[in-house]
């Protein structure tokens, strides 16, 4: 693994010294933490209507992406979808160019033409995420086919929800994949709504996800219940073990919630499409909380510094991209082809 | 070096695998025995299968692994048999392909090349038959390419394959047996490049495609009757007329547009329109022929109208030159039938 890379992107937090930190839990919630707080703070922003995009926030999902960010190297190719903030986090994409594409400036990291459903940050290896359900899945494939062709040991991750598992391509991509026996893991955030729509109105009850994909012939197939960030992390290590050694596809199910509305900064359990128990239920479920239980009282005082550390971190991204120079109008028409 | 059309795609694909490693070959049928009209044959063993596969019946999937694969540095040629069947990659195409390289902003090229093969006659019907160029040229990011001869074939998927952009190369399948002299050159080809075919001082038929050698056979006629008719190859779709088109009609003054895919909404009267924004065209000055706005028909009876060829080119010369007397005994030549492009055809499709 690419220890250097993971330090200086994943965490970019040098002072604090990171490769002295053993313990998995903290590890893991540092990268969580950060994640989540630049989540807030978008919500915290968008009020302000500069922030003039969709956004899709990942508030309570951040574990899946945790694991893949302890475990990826930046050689490794990855997609994601509309919900795409930590996965782009996770493997180690600029924050600043992340928020500075939310506002549309030129310094965001797809120039303000994509916005918060585009971004990419080719140095690490992050490809693209897409506005398209489902879109992705294949892009990711394709992704895991260069890698298999340029015998380097790189695999593709390619993050999914559950509303993807219900387009023709999943099924697409995954008989390619495992026809082909390329190095892709289809990590499969399952938060149990597409928008306001329940699993059950969409897909058959008691269905198996994680059995479907080996149904289609993935050799490894794992169900992660629960949001439990630890078994998360143990599964996503374990598949990017198998996936670099030839044993072809993996799929994971990952079970998660999502604490915002599905597009936009707010909360919208008013409306009622989820049952307040499943919400107080999942909110239990926080895996920063758990986490932050299990601290020693040494790491609580380090994690003290850290969260005042990403605190200043974040605040500069969102002070750089708010100063940064809108583009010119006219660079809409630029960039349509590659070539005259 | 003397090629039909389908050689001349093989024979593209050959040179361009062999000078980029990062080129690739795929698409159903690529590896079998007929080798898509023997355009991909002999290609998986000079290649090997890592380079040149058939794939799943998965167009919307194949089509976003493709460009997955172009993002990671690979050149993947894809082929459908038919450009109906590409019509189940549309987000692929649409979402991704064409719009990759702008909604990034710049940081990801797509060079991928998707050939579509449209079919006419032996009972094609609705589905198999569809020239939906106007779809694809109306989506900015994408560059359409349709060749009309052999030469094209070889030059055109060259420089296409080639390209950084997302390229749908439009193939007729009457094409694929035509053959020319082939020059195995391509590297001063602009791929937007149109190609002033036969010159002429009367009238100019921009024609497209299989309209091409029946542009040429109508030409040919014609002369003999002292009707010089200058041919522009329309083989490129691009949003502003090429120079050499304004050239032409500055000099002919009287244009006919002679097109593969159906009038209404069509590239061609976009493409009058801009034309007349560069030059000063009467409206009986020019005109257009093109397939009616109804979907093909399966029968051999029914679609025994249904064509053009040469025949409708030299009506519609006679027309618009105000020739009366345009009686031309020309149906001696017709021996074969409308539904086939000639005797080489034995179906099925």
């Given at each position: 693994?690419?220890?250097?890379?993971?330090?200086?992107?994943i965490?970019?937090?040098?002072?604090?010294?990171?490769?002295?930190?053993?313990?998995l839990?903290?590890?893991?919630?540092?990268v969580?933490?950060?994640?989540?707080?630049?989540?807030?703070?978008?919500?915290?922003?968008y009020?302000?209507?500069?922030?003039?995009?969709?956004?899709?926030?990942?508030?309570?999902?951040?574990?899946?992406?945790?694991?893949?960010?302890?475990?990826?190297?930046?050689?490794?190719?990855?997609?994601?979808?509309?919900?795409?903030?930590?996965?782009?986090?996770?493997?180690g994409?600029?924050?600043?160019?992340?928020?500075?594409?939310?506002?549309?400036?030129?310094?965001?990291?797809?120039?303000?033409?994509?916005?918060?459903?585009?971004?990419?940050?080719?140095?690490?290896?992050?490809?693209?995420?897409?506005?398209?359900?489902?879109?992705?899945?294949?892009?990711?494939?394709?992704?895991?086919?260069?890698?298999?062709?340029?015998?380097?040991?790189q695999?593709?991750?390619?993050h999914?929800?559950?509303?993807?598992?219900?387009?023709?391509?999943f099924?697409?991509?995954?008989?390619?994949?495992?026809?082909?026996?390329?190095?892709?893991?289809?990590?499969?955030?399952?938060?149990?709504?597409?928008?306001?729509?329940?699993?059950?109105?969409?897909?058959?009850?008691?269905?198996?996800?994680?059995?479907?994909?080996?149904?289609?012939?993935?050799?490894?197939?794992?169900?992660?219940?629960?949001?439990?960030?630890?078994?998360?992390?143990?599964?996503?290590?374990?598949?990017?073990?198998?996936?670099?050694?030839?044993?072809?596809?993996?799929?994971?199910?990952?079970?998660?919630?999502?604490?915002?509305?599905?597009?936009?900064?707010?909360?919208?359990?008013?409306?009622?499409?989820r049952?307040?128990?499943?919400?107080?239920?999942?909110?239990?479920?926080d895996?920063?909380?758990?986490?932050?239980?299990?601290?020693?009282?040494?790491?609580?005082?380090?994690?003290?510094?850290?969260?005042?550390?990403?605190?200043?971190?974040?605040?500069?991204?969102?002070?750089?991209?708010?100063?940064?120079k809108?583009?010119?109008?006219?660079?809409?028409?630029?960039?349509?082809?590659?070539?005259? | 070096?003397?090629?039909?059309?389908?050689?001349?795609?093989?024979?593209?694909f050959?040179?361009?695998?062999?000078?980029?490693?990062?080129?690739?070959?795929?698409?159903?049928?690529?590896?079998?025995?007929?080798g898509?009209?023997?355009?991909?044959?002999?290609?998986?063993?000079l290649?090997?299968?890592?380079?040149?596969?058939?794939?799943?019946?998965s167009?919307?999937?194949?089509?976003?692994?493709?460009?997955?694969?172009?993002?990671?540095?690979?050149?993947?040629?894809?082929?459908?048999?038919?450009l109906?069947?590409?019509?189940?990659?549309?987000?692929?195409?649409?979402?991704?392909a064409?719009?990759?390289?702008?909604?990034?902003?710049?940081?990801?090229?797509?060079?991928?090349?998707?050939?579509?093969?449209?079919?006419?006659?032996?009972?094609?019907g609705?589905?198999?038959?569809?020239?939906?160029q106007?779809?694809?040229?109306?989506?900015?990011?994408?560059?359409?390419?349709?060749?009309?001869?052999?030469?094209?074939?070889?030059?055109?998927?060259?420089?296409?394959?080639?390209?950084?952009?997302?390229?749908?190369?439009?193939?007729?399948?009457?094409?694929?047996?035509?053959?020319?002299?082939?020059?195995?050159?391509?590297?001063?080809?602009?791929?937007?490049?149109?190609?002033?075919?036969?010159?002429?001082?009367?009238?100019?038929?921009?024609?497209?495609?299989?309209?091409?050698p029946?542009?040429?056979?109508?030409?040919?006629?014609l002369?003999?009757?002292?009707?010089?008719v200058?041919?522009?190859?329309?083989?490129?779709?691009?949003?502003?007329?090429?120079?050499?088109?304004?050239?032409?009609?500055?000099?002919?003054?009287?244009?006919?547009?002679?097109?593969?895919?159906?009038?209404?909404?069509?590239?061609?009267?976009?493409?009058?329109?801009k034309?007349?924004?560069?030059?000063?065209?009467?409206?009986?000055?020019?005109?257009?022929?093109?397939?009616?706005?109804?979907?093909?028909?399966?029968?051999?009876?029914?679609?025994?109208?249904?064509?053009?060829?040469?025949?409708?080119?030299?009506?519609?010369?006679?027309?618009?030159?105000?020739?009366?007397?345009n009686?031309?005994?020309?149906?001696?030549?017709?021996?074969?039938?409308?539904?086939i492009?000639?005797?080489?055809?034995?179906?099925p499709?």
């Amino acid at each position: 693994m690419d220890e250097n890379f993971r330090i200086r992107k994943i965490l970019d937090m040098q002072e604090l010294n990171i490769q002295e930190i053993k313990n998995l839990n903290y590890k893991l919630l540092m990268v969580m933490k950060r994640i989540r707080e630049v989540e807030l703070s978008i919500s915290k922003e968008y009020k302000n209507q500069e922030i003039r995009c969709p956004v899709h926030l990942s508030v309570g999902q951040e574990a899946a992406a945790a694991a893949i960010a302890l475990n990826i190297n930046k050689t490794d190719y990855s997609v994601s979808t509309h919900r795409g903030h930590a996965h782009y986090l996770a493997k180690g994409g600029d924050l600043k160019a992340m928020i500075s594409e939310l506002y549309g400036k030129k310094t965001g990291c797809s120039k303000g033409k994509g916005g918060s459903m585009h971004l990419i940050d080719k140095e690490v290896g992050f490809m693209g995420t897409s506005a398209i359900v489902g879109n992705s899945i294949a892009t990711g494939t394709g992704l895991a086919e260069a890698a298999k062709l340029n015998s380097k040991g790189q695999i593709s991750v390619i993050h999914i929800g559950d509303g993807a598992l219900e387009e023709g391509v999943f099924y697409e991509s995954l008989n390619y994949a495992c026809l082909k026996q390329l190095p892709a893991i289809y990590l499969c955030e399952n938060n149990f709504y597409s928008v306001y729509s329940p699993l059950k109105v969409r897909q058959p009850p008691n269905r198996d996800i994680s059995a479907l994909a080996k149904a289609i012939g993935t050799k490894f197939s794992y169900k992660c219940k629960g949001n439990d960030p630890v078994n998360a992390h143990n599964i996503v290590q374990k598949a990017i073990y198998q996936c670099r050694n030839n044993y072809g596809p993996i799929f994971i199910e990952y079970e998660t919630y999502r604490w915002l509305e599905h597009c936009g900064p707010n909360n919208d359990d008013n409306l009622n499409y989820r049952d307040q128990k499943e919400i107080a239920d999942w909110r239990e479920k926080d895996p920063i909380k758990i986490l932050e239980r299990k601290l020693t009282q040494k790491e609580s005082k380090d994690y003290e510094l850290y969260k005042v550390y990403i605190k200043n971190e974040i605040a500069e991204a969102f002070q750089y991209a708010k100063d940064s120079k809108p583009p010119n109008y006219i660079e809409a028409f630029t960039e349509i082809y590659s070539s005259k | 070096m003397k090629l039909t059309f389908s050689q001349a795609i093989n024979q593209a694909f050959i040179d361009a695998m062999k000078s980029d490693e990062k080129v690739l070959c795929l698409g159903l049928g690529a590896t079998d025995p007929k080798g898509v009209f023997n355009t991909t044959s002999g290609l998986e063993k000079l290649f090997g299968s890592q380079r040149v596969f058939d794939i799943p019946t998965s167009e919307n999937a194949i089509t976003g692994i493709c460009v997955g694969l172009s993002i990671g540095g690979y050149k993947p040629v894809l082929t459908h048999q038919r450009l109906d069947f590409a019509l189940l990659s549309l987000d692929q195409i649409i979402n991704n392909a064409a719009k990759l390289h702008y909604m990034f902003g710049g940081a990801l090229n797509c060079p991928i090349v998707i050939r579509m093969i449209i079919g006419r006659g032996w009972g094609q019907g609705p589905t198999h038959s569809q020239n939906l160029q106007m779809l694809f040229a109306g989506i900015p990011g994408l560059k359409v390419i349709i060749p009309g001869s052999a030469q094209d074939a070889y030059s055109q998927l060259r420089a296409s394959i080639e390209s950084p952009d997302p390229i749908i190369f439009l193939e007729h399948r009457w094409l694929h047996n035509s053959f020319s002299e082939i020059k195995l050159n391509h590297s001063s080809l602009d791929i937007r490049e149109q190609s002033t075919v036969k010159e002429g001082s009367d009238i100019t038929i921009l024609a497209t495609s299989y309209m091409l050698p029946e542009s040429i056979k109508a030409a040919n006629i014609l002369e003999k009757y002292g009707i010089s008719v200058e041919i522009i190859n329309f083989r490129c779709y691009y949003f502003e007329p090429d120079e050499a088109i304004i050239k032409s009609l500055k000099k002919t003054k009287r244009l006919i547009i002679a097109d593969t895919a159906q009038d209404c909404f069509s590239i061609s009267y976009t493409l009058v329109e801009k034309i007349k924004n560069k030059i000063h065209l009467g409206s009986d000055k020019y005109s257009i022929l093109a397939m009616p706005s109804v979907p093909e028909p399966t029968s051999y009876y029914l679609t025994k109208n249904f064509y053009l060829n040469y025949q409708d080119i030299l009506n519609q010369v006679f027309k618009m030159l105000d020739i009366k007397n345009n009686f031309i005994e020309e149906t001696s030549l017709d021996t074969i039938k409308h539904d086939i492009p000639g005797e080489w055809f034995k179906g099925p499709f």
